[in-house]
């Protein structure tokens, strides 16, 4: 089962950034700095997940970005603990998917959006996140493995190796609680409210009893809160069915349309309040990965 939001707690679980030097293969595209917050918004779904370009979207790095910070950061972990006469190795980190469905992405959810994902996979989550893993692909050391000694300059290195990340990692925190509260202030305004209803009565049509497209994704009937349905390993086709039917009456009452631009609004209000911010903070991140891509090359 889908979760209707990325935490904030599952952002910063993942970033422990720091500015510094990496050996491991790293993707390109830091963004340039958005002129505006409007110069590059795409505020329809495309045909992958994640194709919204919202009017935080200039302003947080990509997913293949933050796994390069946090590559970067264990190469340096590891000569940390070389020099301290540890063969630590160096750990790979995989950039999180976000499914295949178009209506879940980066500060949003819709639930299933797509007719030909709803007959395949239902509400069943699809989103992927390699574990972590050697270079040679071994997998991660496990820190209850360790012997003491070595467990103990583990945490040493990695405190040194982190110094630099707190005014990256306070930026994101921020992007992404600007996020979530644009999220909550759209789902409960008073129009979107009404576009579920029209959403529900059309679901009801056909039998089914959600009062909106996160309670359908949720599998939770009624006025239930607790998810009670799609927790089976494969999708069945009561989950399938509704999703089907899910995605058809999105489509029959326009929800997506009013509820991405909703959501649009109410993250530009909050731009355009913290804009100074945003901006020097995207400007600071990108700053430190043209930095790191110079020292890349250099010898360890």
């Known amino acids: 089962m889908k979760a209707t939001f990325r935490s904030v707690a599952t952002v910063a679980a993942a970033l422990l950034l720091t500015a510094c030097s990496a050996g491991v293969a ?34 947080f790095p990509s ?14 972990l590891s000569r940390c603990m070389q020099k301290t006469g540890f063969n630590y190795p160096v750990v790979v980190n995989e950039p999180e998917t976000f499914g295949g469905d178009p209506g879940n992405g980066q500060f949003y959810d819709f639930g299933v959006t797509s007719s030909s994902f ?11 996140q390699t574990p972590m893993h050697t270079v040679s692909g071994a997998p991660a ?47 409960t305004n008073p129009k979107v409210v009404a576009g579920f209803r029209r959403w529900s009565a059309c679901m009801a049509a056909s039998g089914y009893d959600y009062a909106n497209p996160l309670q359908a994704l949720a599998g ?3 006025d239930s809160q607790k998810a009670t349905q799609w927790q089976t390993a494969t999708p069945s086709q009561q989950e399938i069915q509704t999703a089907v ?26 731009v355009q309040k913290d804009l100074p911010q945003l901006q020097a903070g995207i400007a600071d991140f990108q700053q430190t990965l043209r930095r790191e891509e110079g020292l890349e090359a250099q010898p360890s």
């Open 245 to 270: 039917t899910d995605v058809r009456c999105k489509d029959k009452t326009s929800l997506l349309k009013l509820w991405i631009g909703t959501l649009a609004m109410f993250q530009n209000e909050l």
């Open 26 to 59: 790293r993707s390109t595209g830091a963004a340039s700095q958005p002129s505006t917050p409007h110069d590059r918004l795409t505020l329809a779904l495309g045909d992958t997940s994640n194709s919204l370009v919202l009017p935080l979207t200039p302003y």
């Open 220 to 222: 939770a009937p009624g």
């Open 141 to 187: 050391p496990k820190l209850s493995q360790l012997p003491a000694a070595e467990l103990t300059e583990l945490v040493s290195c990695r405190d040194a190796v982190s110094k630099e990340a707190g005014s990256h990692l306070q930026y994101l925190s921020l992007v992404q609680q600007l996020g979530v509260q644009a999220w909550n202030q759209a789902k």
């Open 63 to 76: 997913q293949e970005q933050l796994a390069n910070l946090l590559n970067a950061q264990d190469v340096l």
């Open 118 to 128: 709803a007959k395949v996979y239902g509400y069943h989550n699809t989103t992927t």
